[in-house]
């Protein structure tokens, strides 16, 4: 019997076949308090392109609560639609400093845009995007939806259940799921697996309730786990039992 090849024992570790990382705007703060730390976004891409070249398909959406937040600015008077584009625009920065960082890396990656930007992204159609990730592309989203009153969060899931993902990677800056802060209080206890009814009647900040919404409806799976340390984005997409998942 032949032997596999290096690429075909790669893909026989991986749980899932094709995904959608969801990436904080802050976690490229790195230590900084704003903007894009090179350092962080360096050491994200790394990790992207380490479970692409595994043979996974993987699609990102990223935020860009570095740099603006749309809701945070409505709050102090603006418009909110005027806010949430500027947002979404955020995250188009946001989306070419990391497609810089991966292309680096030699990988190839396509940008595409909520928002007709020509110049600087691929307009986001499904079919083509399906198509660059069976091409062996990375695929980053942004732009949100295109609409104001929706987050980033809401994108996420509306773009995995277009592409037909199989769960959303939910990259935060802490360990999973806690039933309370637990920052504020050292005996928070963390789920294991929590369902999307429980995360919405409990008002757990983890996503959206649009989002969880969604996800509930058309039963996609989320799971929650600590980006900040290095490796766990491989942990995950090889099945290790990290973080909370929330599911039905």
Do not use: W
Not at 7 to 14: F, Y
Not at 47 to 73: C, P
């Amino acid at each position: 019997m032949s032997k596999q090849s290096t690429a075909d024992i790669k893909s026989s570790e991986l749980a899932f076949s094709r995904v959608l990382l969801k990436l904080s705007g802050e976690a490229l703060m790195g230590s900084g308090e704003y903007g894009i730390e090179p350092d962080a976004i360096a050491g994200f891409a790394a990790e992207v392109v380490e479970i692409h070249r595994m043979g996974l398909q993987t699609a990102v959406v990223i935020g860009g609560g570095n740099i603006f937040r749309g809701i945070t600015a409505s709050a102090k008077g603006m418009d909110r639609s005027t806010a949430d584009h500027m947002g979404m625009l955020a995250t188009v920065i946001n989306g070419l400093a990391l497609q810089d960082a991966i292309e680096r890396l030699g990988v190839k990656v396509r940008v595409m845009s909520a928002i007709s930007m020509h110049e600087v992204a691929e307009p986001y159609i499904r079919r083509r995007a399906v198509r660059h990730l069976e091409n062996g592309r990375i695929v980053i989203f942004v732009a949100g939806t295109g609409n104001p009153f929706f987050t980033t969060d809401t994108a996420a899931a509306l773009r995995a259940m277009e592409i037909q993902a199989e769960i959303i990677l939910k990259a935060t800056k802490v360990d999973g799921i806690y039933d309370c802060d637990p920052v504020v209080n050292p005996d928070a206890k963390r789920f294991e697996h929590i369902t999307y009814l429980d995360v919405l009647q409990r008002g757990l900040k983890v996503m959206d309730a649009a989002a969880v919404s969604v996800c509930m409806d058309n039963d996609l799976p989320i799971q929650v786990f600590n980006l900040t340390q290095p490796g766990n984005i491989r942990r995950v997409v090889c099945g290790d039992d990290i973080g909370t998942r929330v599911s039905n």
